[in-house]
């Protein structure tokens, strides 16, 4: 491993640079009285900073001149950053605004996106949005957007950089990071206008006793016309998470200022069992305590930590024989996320937050906390440590620890390590008393279109030993009319990471291969077929999964899109597999074809839609799926959603029909309070449940919520009660 790691850095500095062209750079002005933030650049210290303009587009073609113009100017005090952006409209009553949530959609607004690579790396950036409506939309880029060797986007379509379909892939683009800023935006007779605070203490960087030099781009998002234009031009296989073709923001004379936070809460409530005819009166408070160590270094301390407002886990239905992932959405995990991750995503994650204070669905308490991260030169560093309490019957106190230290190179390489622990204290209650694992990884870039990454891991569990590695080797290839991926990935059987997630074990081979011609005119806006295949062997050597995906899809210039897709598969049971409850499917070997069809209108829309048609052979049966989503929306404050899956089974060994429904809405007063309800139907676990919430927050993203939560199973035709929470927090960040 240590021959491989040397050789590996070695090669990084034979990749030849190319010829690139000299990087753009504007420079910040410093100034005494900092402006007012009414969403007008109109103040006399705007009139006297450079203008950043002249920009370039990426969508619908790549290097033609921006429609519209658009002028940024960036101005700093001791204590923060003020970004003014001008967006000028030769049609401002045609400006299209469709959010009014924190990190709501930008890709469907007219918008304007900001990355800061503060550590000059090349690699590392915090994104900064807003649209017309002045919401803030805030994120954490690591690694250029790539993740475990893959894109964490889809090739800048648009959607991919802005979309909070992202929320859960925290281990290269953090959508769920937010920081304390403040931004106002107005729409005027030059189009539409947003002014920018960002206090020094809520971003990390070097601390220099020069002025110093950060990454900056600016992405522009005109929709009716679907023009993306950036102000450092991006590739149309590329995002504005690619820090490295960012210009440069330049004279910056800053030091790090004092940045302690303690942000207590209070709680009250009530929640009631209807199985045990119980109500419980909950009341607690708790603390975080968040330090700047450095500028680039923060300390994070959290006491009886609650998660009352997170919104629910959405449902899932699994007609796989394996785990279902559900992504981390408590914040105190999400900060910083990325610097733990390690693994193949949502297939093999050495480190997944949710074993810890989740025990089969349900809260257990998290006593006290601590997490060091940030950055020393080129590494990046993450320590964490939890201590959570003792669930009588369901689970031990537990103490976790996770340690992740990685060195950048140039052009998105690095070499990694990680270490996490689970000790029980006392009695076990069935678990292991503890549970070890590290892992080592390595990534490469090779010139700006490869990226290959390897890594090599291993559990410690007592009473099993041997077949106790995972490993995985990715190579990939990405250009404005290719993108090539291939990998294997080996989980062996007793490969045991329970502070992580494994959804299978065995040996898999990948490849998969698009081809992205993107007309300069017309309405496709990209074209993308692709094929595919995975196989999945067991270490007997037996072919126990194949997939050969076929995909004809095609994205329009207003924002929808079209896909047919040819699926044949293959599975072999070497045990009877329960699908539905009480349908089991018998061992041997099965070939199947299936069909599906999706229609995407203009997310745009006031009324929009998404919809899929699924048919075709299952096992040694037939399957037919609908599944569509319908959205409203009456300009940027009210939204709603409503998903229905509906699934029909029919087979020698059973027939079943399941039904998922999903209804999401979201009013807000302002961008920071709003009402948002979640109602959802499972029919196979015959359950229906609801979660309520009201905020009204800060920039900080503390203040006051109130949430109602209930659940009714539905067996039959009766609606019987499960459970019901009401309750009240709120908190508060002190900042000193």
Known sequence: MRLNILTAISLISLVPAGLMAAPRSIVALKTELAPVLDGRVDEEQWSTAQVASDFLQQWPVQGGPASERTEVRILYTEDALYIGVICYDSEPDRIVDTQSRRDGDLSNSDSVLIILDTYHDGQNGFLFGTNPNGIQYDAQILNEGVSGGQNSSSGGLGRSATSTTQRGNVAAFNLNWDTTWAVASSRTERGWETEMEIPLKSLRFHDSSEPQSWGLNVMRNIRRKNEQVFW???????????????????????QSPRNLKFIPYALVGAQRDFLISDTDFKHDVGFDVKYGISSAMTLDFTVNTDFAQVEVDDEQINLTRFPLFF?????????????????????????????????????????????????????????????TGKEEGLVPAQNFFVGRVRREFHKRSSVGFIFTNRESIGDPQGKTEYNRAWGSDLQLGLGENWIISSYLAKTYTPELSGDDWAGNVFAGYQSNLWRIQTLYLEIQDNFNPEVGFVQRRGRKPQFRIFFTPSPESGPVKRWNPHYGFRRWYGFDGQLETERQHHDLEVFFRNGGSLSIVLNRDFEFLRVPFEIHPGVFIPPGEYRFNQWEITAASDPSAWLYGDMALGFGSFFDGNIVSYDFIVGFRTGPN????????????????????????RLRINYSFTPYRFIQALIQYNSRDQQFSSNIRFGWTQPSGTGLYIVYNDSYATPGESFDPLTRAFFVKYSYQFDF
């Open 232 to 254: 450092s031009e991006i590739p149309q296989a590329y995002t504005i998470y690619r820090v490295s073709l960012a210009g440069n923001l330049e004279s910056l004379d800053i």
């Open 327 to 387: 992504p981390e959405k408590r914040g105190f995990f999400l900060e910083n996320a990325g610097t733990f991750a390690f693994g193949t995503p949502r297939e093999m994650d050495l480190f997944f937050s949710r074993r810890i204070g989740i025990e089969d669905g349900l809260e257990v308490p998290i006593r006290v906390g601590g997490r060091l991260s940030g950055k020393l030169d080129r590494f990046q560093l993450g320590l964490l440590a939890i201590q």
């Open 638 to 661: 009210f939204v709603t959603e409503l998903n229905f899956v509906n699934t029909q089974v029919e087979a020698d060994w059973g027939h079943f029909n399941t039904n998922l429904g």
